[in-house]
């Protein structure tokens, strides 16, 4: 049975890379005729942004249950502002006529600060921690992906879903939601309602495990270690994952991070096996940019890490007698920015566009996160 298609405009697809954020310029590319784009005042778009962290950090500090929890450990304030942030922004990007410069500005947002989040949070992590986990952890993302990967294929066709529509949603949910689908897209031909089924279905299962995951992790009984190779093996997007991770723990956000990474850099051997596997039916346009596989805030974030690691992150010093640790400073800056940058992300969802993915398509997806996240956590228990 095939999918129910609804005809979506060149821009309500573009807007279905919403969750994203990351990738300015894609690393697949096929000869396209320039487009004129509008001037829009892109500063409504980081205001409103900056409006809705603020009012995520004043809802974190409310000073009652469940933002603020006393318990033998000390005070907790287990919803983060971040997960608070893009869950404001939805809401307002939904209820509130914003505009075309607003979602414009807030997408520019998230693109500019996701990055420098990411580097930041290197400095929350050191060669110590990734040792803890090491090679165990990088199995754990390789079998992950291959079950997401395979799984979706499987059950796609099963259900009749498109071969290229299976793949796409395999791949976003296997390595890195939509980044993965938009370089994969080209390799394979996909045409736009694989892309648009696609897109769609990994932006809802992985808003869905974004917010589920913390609370599930919990009820498991995780451990931060474990939580965060959990995270960052089996959720969708990037700022998903780094969001998701630090609503456990900065300790789980860390490593959800890291590990996240891991997977972003794999991008690489799927397209090679894919531009090998349809090299004889590929189209002439097609255009591999293998140098941008590593996007350059993953050599931030490893710089810091190491930086870090090193103890080449020097202790602040003030006249007054005060002093804090340089790392703790850029640790908090992340918080900050990530808050900034799920606002936002919020601020672009559009609930109604992402609802009129198909059922059989959506099916595809929610298996393949689902055999996902039982793997790694099944490995994670065996191996961690």
């Known amino acids: 049975m095939a999918p129910v ?16 954020g990351v990738y300015e310029l894609p690393v697949v590319e096929t000869q396209t005729t320039p487009k004129l784009e509008q001037k829009l005042p892109l500063w409504r778009g980081w205001a409103a942004a900056i409006a809705v962290s603020a009012l995520a950090f004043a809802i974190h500090y409310l000073p009652f249950e469940p933002f603020r929890v006393e318990g033998p450990s000390g005070v907790r304030r287990p919803i983060s502002a971040a997960i608070l942030a893009i869950f404001a922004g939805a809401i307002a990007g939904n209820l509130l006529p914003l505009g075309k410069a607003v979602v414009a500005g807030a997408k520019q947002t998230a693109r500019r600060v996701i990055p420098a989040t990411i580097v930041l949070t290197g400095a929350t992590l050191s060669l110590s921690h990734a040792a803890s986990v090491g090679i165990r952890a990088f199995a754990i993302v390789v079998v992950t992906m291959s079950i997401a990967m395979l799984s ?28 993965a689908i938009v370089a994969v897209a080209p ?60 609503a456990f723990s900065e300790k789980a956000g860390g490593l959800a991070t890291l590990v996240k990474l891991v997977r972003v850099a794999l991008l690489a051997p799927l397209l090679l096996v894919l531009a090998f596997a349809y090299a004889r039916t590929r189209k002439a346009g097609v255009t ?21 690691s090193l103890g080449w992150l020097p202790l602040l010093r003030f006249a007054s007698g005060f002093s ?24 672009e969802v559009n609930v109604k566009l992402l609802m009129k993915v198909g059922g059989a398509a959506l099916a595809v997806g929610a298996a393949s996160s689902a055999a996902a996240c039982a793997v790694s956590w099944a490995l994670i228990r065996w191996l961690l």
Not at 9 to 19: D, F, H, T, Y
Not at 153 to 179: E, F, K, P, Y
Request: hydrophobic share 55%; proline share 3%.
């Open 324 to 347: 804090v640790n340089l790392a703790d400073v850029l640790a908090e800056a992340g918080n900050v920015l990530l808050t900034l940058a799920m606002a936002a992300m919020g601020l």
């Open 288 to 308: 591999v940019h293998y140098g941008r596989l590593v996007p350059p805030f993953l050599w931030g974030f490893f710089g810091l890490f190491l930086l870090n």
């Open 152 to 179: 979706a294929l499987v059950i796609g066709r099963l259900l009749g879903v498109w071969t290229r529509t299976n793949i796409l949603i395999g791949a976003g949910t296997a390595i890195c939601g939509n980044s």
């Open 187 to 246: 390799l394979i031909d996909a045409e736009d309602r694989d892309v648009m089924l696609s897109m769609g279905a990994v932006n809802l299962l992985g808003l869905a495990l974004m917010f589920a995951s913390p609370a599930i992790g919990g009820l498991l009984g995780m451990t931060d270690q474990g939580y965060g190779v959990w995270a960052g093996s089996t959720i969708h997007a990037v700022p998903q994952a780094i969001a998701a991770g630090f």
């Open 5 to 20: 298609l609804h005809k979506l405009s060149p821009e309500a697809l573009l807007s279905l890379g919403s969750m994203e």
